[in-house]
């Protein structure tokens, strides 16, 4: 059967592709465990299968594929896989930059991960518990020296406010692009961020709704899911890139487990025209279970 091309409907303004749910670190705050993920687990699926799920896509030059995980590079394939996705897709990566950037440098050009946006294709996330700064620095400066748009984002947990705040101060003396994200989620029986739904994460009783995203949620084996709730709490996909007749249908879908919604889903964040007051999901319907 031929395959059918894949659009990406007008409205989204992320596609998040999880290369692998693995991470090498095991950071308190990460909310890929918030919910599902106790024990991380791998995946094996093949670059080779990878590239032809991405590259069915057809996406806007302002929507890029975001390479991302756990810490996507830990995918035995990461270099091949961002050299053989088909050019006219741009690519960003979110990572915590452990893999070998000169194997990187070497084999990656910098104009595959360039693109005009006022935020840079490739993320580091900067985790003091697990990284040393001065390290960091030295590698995202080599990263930079070499060509590629790179910038450090680092999580204002109320545990590592100083630890962020001098690691912004040390890297914009250097010209390092540093931002600060605001941590998501409950800490000493406080809930932090600003949610569009707040009742959403509430972690109260589950209720009924409708729900639509604007994001296209990849999971490991190409599997498309409804949230992030949804792949990390394994609920059933709605999809699959691989599968030929795959489309990607704008609708509202029935769910239950409103009130354990994910944080990164609710959360009111900037849309890619950089206009705050958006968030992932619309929701409608809210009705208890009984
Ligand atoms: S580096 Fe990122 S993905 Fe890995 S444990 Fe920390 S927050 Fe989670
Ligand atoms: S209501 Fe929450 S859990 Fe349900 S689909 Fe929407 S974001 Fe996901």
Redesign the pocket.
């Known amino acids: 059967m031929k395959e059918k091309t894949i659009y990406i409907p007008g409205r989204y303004n992320y596609i998040a592709c999880f290369l692998t749910l693995d991470?090498?670190?095991?950071?308190d705050?990460?909310?890929?465990?918030h919910h599902g993920i106790k024990k991380h687990k791998s995946f094996p699926f093949s670059g080779k299968k990878w590239v032809s799920a991405l590259n069915r896509l057809v996406s806007r030059t302002d929507l890029p594929i975001t390479l991302q995980?756990?810490?996507p590079s830990l995918h035995p394939d990461f270099i091949w896989i961002i050299k053989n996705i088909k050019k006219e897709v741009n690519i960003d990566i979110l990572t915590?930059l452990s893999f070998d950037i000169n194997r990187f440098i070497k084999e990656v050009d910098p104009s595959r991960l360039y693109r005009e946006a006022p935020y840079p294709s490739i993320r580091v996330?900067y985790?003091p518990h697990?990284m040393e700064l001065d390290k960091l620095m030295i590698k995202v400066l080599k990263m930079q020296a070499a060509g590629f748009s790179i910038g450090i984002y680092g999580?204002r947990h109320p545990n590592l406010k100083s630890e962020i705040a001098d690691a912004k101060d040390k890297c914009s003396e250097l010209g390092i692009d540093f931002r600060e994200k605001e941590f998501l989620g409950k800490f000493g029986g406080k809930l932090y961020g600003e949610y569009f739904y707040p009742e959403a994460v509430s972690g109260n009783n589950k209720k009924k709704c409708r729900c639509r995203n604007s994001e296209l949620i990849i999971g490991p084996d190409a599997s498309i899911f409804k949230c992030h709730h949804d792949l990390y709490d394994r609920v059933s996909s709605i999809g699959n890139l691989l599968d030929p007749c795959f489309e990607i249908k704008d609708v509202f879908r029935d769910c239950s487990s409103f009130g354990d919604c994910n944080p990164c889903d609710i959360k009111v964040k900037t849309n890619r025209f950089q206009i705050y007051g958006h968030t992932s999901v619309e929701i409608k319907d809210i009705k208890s279970k009984n």
């Open positions: 991470c090498n670190f095991k950071c705050y990460c909310i890929n465990s995980g756990g810490e915590n996330s985790h697990f999580v």
